[in-house]
């Protein structure tokens, strides 16, 4: 898609479709909506003010009205686009607003859409002082790249109905505000980007996008954007002793992937960072197909299985915006990544495996397999100088059950490490509730013959039993946990983003990196 930022007169601009935001500035709780556009353009409220005082667009989230030939614009149609309560905006809002308007044009034939820049002026008795024009320019710009991605891929009659092109059309305002709106566009551009990429990973069938295959794209996405790659398989993970990873791979007939990228900034001549520099790590989960294993999964939704690789897909996605956007803060990803198969020679429960680590686990159920590779990963990137890790993972059916769909889990052993990846969801708008990891969980995953078992002795917290065993393998490192099981597939179309793949923790796993930066 051809994306533009122009800065002119929204009214004077000619297109199929011209979007604009409106939201509800009615104060008191019983109080009937009372719209307001975010546009400070005499001709578009005068072609929207009939339907604006008649009640029937609110301005709700997410809600749209299309009026054909609006008069004093040359634009072809006009959407108005509701952003909720003024009082409540944040930038989250005006990202599922764009997605919004973008998904009103695709089933309509539009393939031009231009969306006018919400003026934070519009309102005589409402400020939007705390979202900065670059957050504003940049959440409309992810919100409708991430929007116009469907997830049809291998249907042979297949109908493209991506926009062709967006215009992000800002009124002329003085130099500072421009370079700001111009900034927010491009970083949008880039975030947006990589967690498409992150989806289209995510989106491939297990017999598309193997182990081996996940390699392959990530070198090449690595290779395109400046990026350090080695991708290793099954000799390596030998060599280091990565005998939690091997038994999860050992039951497959594809090899595994151990593929490490790595960013390192640079400085102006003559500087360099300090020796007490943080490295950040960045540790995925990257199952390509997981049946469970010898403790196979029902039949029922098995499919949905391929997206178990979806942490490892954020970390991918992740380092592709981060050597874009350039923070000066050294960055190392570790994604470890398998299929978790039945076989003659898969592991079983009873068996005991050991971690490179050294500490030995009781296998009590093979489909407990991402904790294992992870714990492996998570324990590399330590040896490779990382200060700080953060890992992300389609981990626990227990976090799915303790939060549903809407908010993934979060769990951390230091309290201003979650602190600073909380401050970055403000920025990125994505969901992450905290989650206990204290200690006196830990008896839950004892084992008698072993260090440690990979399951806990009961049904229940196992979302937070998961995480201790994590935190087994990061000891007093600095470090982040993400859940990401109930959030990185959409089983229904939303009305900002397609079915499929969501790309869930890109963003705010970005942010929480150039939180770090120098």
Same mark, same amino acid.
């Given at each position: ?63 749209t009205l299309l009026l054909h030939s609006p008069s004093g614009l040359k634009a072809e149609r006009l959407l108005l686009v509701g952003l909720g309560k003024s009082k409540s905006l944040s930038v989250n809002e005006v990202r599922r607003g764009a997605g919004a308007a973008v998904r009103t044009a695709k089933p309509r034939g539009v393939l ?149 990228? !790595? ?17 950040? /790590? ?77 500490? !030995? ?21 330590? !040896? ?24 993934? /889990? ?5 309290? $201003? ?21 204290? $200690? ?34 990061? /000891? ?43």
């Amino acid at each position: 898609m051809d994306t533009k930022l122009l800065f002119q007169d929204a009214a004077g601009f000619a297109t199929p479709m011209l979007a604009v935001f409106a939201v509800d500035i009615a104060t008191a709780v019983d109080a009937d909506p009372l719209p307001a556009l975010l546009s400070t353009s005499d001709a578009v409220t005068n072609a929207a003010a009939k339907v604006m005082a008649s009640g029937e667009f609110k301005a709700t989230l997410g809600e749209t009205l299309l009026l054909h030939s609006p008069s004093g614009l040359k634009a072809e149609r006009l959407l108005l686009v509701g952003l909720g309560k003024s009082k409540s905006l944040s930038v989250n809002e005006v990202r599922r607003g764009a997605g919004a308007a973008v998904r009103t044009a695709k089933p309509r034939g539009v393939l031009q859409v231009a969306i006018a820049f919400p003026e934070d002026h519009a309102l005589s008795d409402e400020h939007l002082d705390e979202l900065p024009c670059l957050l504003i320019s940049r959440a409309v710009v992810e919100g409708a790249l991430l929007a116009n991605s469907d997830y049809d891929t291998y249907k042979s009659d297949r109908k493209d109905t991506a926009l062709q092109t967006l215009s992000i059309v800002a009124k002329e305002a003085e130099k500072s505000t421009r370079t700001e709106i111009q900034q927010g566009f491009d970083e949008g551009l880039i975030v947006a980007n990589a967690q498409n990429f992150t989806r289209s990973l995510v989106n491939e069938p297990g017999n598309v996008l193997t182990p081996t295959v996940l390699g392959e794209r990530a070198a090449a996405m690595c290779e395109e954007v400046g990026l350090k790659c080695e991708v290793y398989s099954t000799e390596k993970l030998h060599e280091l002793k990565m005998g939690a990873f091997w038994a999860v791979a050992q039951g497959s007939g594809e090899p595994p992937a151990l593929i490490v990228m !790595t960013y390192e900034p640079k400085l102006e001549k003559g500087k360099s960072l300090p020796k007490d520099a943080p490295v950040i /790590g960045l540790v995925g989960k990257g199952i390509t197909f997981d049946t469970g294993g010898i403790s196979i999964k029902p039949a029922e939704g098995m499919e949905k299985m391929k997206y178990d690789m979806a942490g490892a897909a954020a970390m991918i996605g992740a380092m592709r915006a981060i050597a874009q956007l350039k923070p000066k803060v050294k960055v190392i990803s570790v994604v470890c990544s398998a299929e978790n198969m039945p076989d003659g020679r898969a592991f079983k429960p009873g068996d005991v495996v050991t971690a490179m680590s050294g500490k !030995t686990i009781e296998i009590v159920n093979t489909d407990a397999e991402g904790r294992l590779v992870l714990a492996d990963g998570l324990h590399y990137a330590k !040896t490779l100088g990382c200060t700080h890790l953060i890992d992300a993972a389609t981990l626990t059916g227990a976090c799915v059950v303790a939060l549903g769909m809407l908010n993934a /889990g979060l769990f951390s052993n230091d309290d $201003e490490t979650c602190e600073k990846f909380q401050d970055a969801m403000k920025i990125s708008g994505e969901k992450f509730w905290r989650l206990p990891c204290t $200690e006196d969980y830990r008896d839950q995953i004892n084992s008698q013959i072993a260090d440690i078992r990979n399951t806990g002795g009961t049904r229940w917290g196992g979302a937070t039993t998961a995480a201790l065993f994590l935190k087994e393998f990061v /000891g007093d490192t600095p470090w982040v946990h993400l859940d990401i099981a109930g959030c990185a597939w959409n089983d229904e179309v939303k009305p900002a983003l397609a079915k499929g793949p969501t790309g869930i923790a890109v963003r705010s796993i970005l942010e929480w990196v150039r939180s770090y930066s120098a």
